[in-house]
């Protein structure tokens, strides 16, 4: 794992190098994006080494949610390293992170200091992958979540992935 996040590049990075088409669709989540007060502040109180590895593909409306808010949410807490890796440059090194022979994106790995796993998220908060998505309440939570409606539910998800490191 340290060998691919090694390879990785910082946010910024990514997105300055983003098409103006993803970058674009990238920003309009990231920027209007709010994170609620205490979750914030729970974030900023980690004090430990904390590295991150996601796994994205710039044409993925759920990077575009999911990678904007894990910014938000670390940008305050200098101990906490995000690396951004592509899909496409992948080869075989995260086999176990695959559904269905595929990566799905973004897989967002979490790590102790010495690159060690403890956690992962893949594709979409827990909330809407237990939801059936064929009944209106799914396809409701659905488009509330590409509407950026489930940043609190999401939020915590990633606070409690950090917090078991």
Same mark, same amino acid.
């Given at each position: 794992m340290k060998d691919l996040? #090694?390879?990785?590049?910082s946010f910024r990075s990514? =997105?300055?190098n983003l098409e103006d088409k993803y970058k674009h669709n990238m920003m309009?989540?990231?920027?209007?994006?709010?994170?609620?007060? %205490? =979750? %914030?502040?729970?974030?900023k109180g980690i004090n430990k080494k904390i590295n991150i590895l996601a796994v994205v593909d710039p044409k993925s409306p759920d990077c575009w949610i999911n990678l904007s808010l894990l910014e938000k949410l670390i940008s305050? $807490?200098?101990?906490?390293?995000?690396?951004?890796i592509l899909r496409d440059i992948i080869k075989n090194e995260l086999d176990d992170y695959k559904i269905d022979d595929f990566i #799905? &994106?973004?897989? =967002?790995? *979490?790590? $102790?200091? /010495? *690159? /060690? &796993?403890? $956690? %992962?998220?893949?594709?979409k908060p827990q909330v809407l992958k237990q939801a059936d998505i064929n009944t209106m309440e799914?396809? #409701?939570? $659905?488009?509330?979540?590409?509407l950026s409606g489930l940043i609190e539910e999401t939020s915590?998800?990633? +606070?409690? /992935?950090? +917090?078991?490191?």
């Open positions: 996040f #090694k390879k990785g590049i990514y =997105i300055f309009k989540y990231y920027l209007p994006m709010k994170i609620e007060g %205490s =979750i %914030s502040e729970q974030i305050t $807490n200098d101990d906490i390293k995000l690396s951004i #799905k &994106v973004p897989t =967002i790995i *979490f790590m $102790n200091a /010495k *690159f /060690k &796993v403890i $956690n %992962s998220f893949i594709e799914g396809t #409701k939570l $659905n488009a509330r979540y590409m915590k998800e990633f +606070l409690e /992935k950090l +917090l078991s490191i």
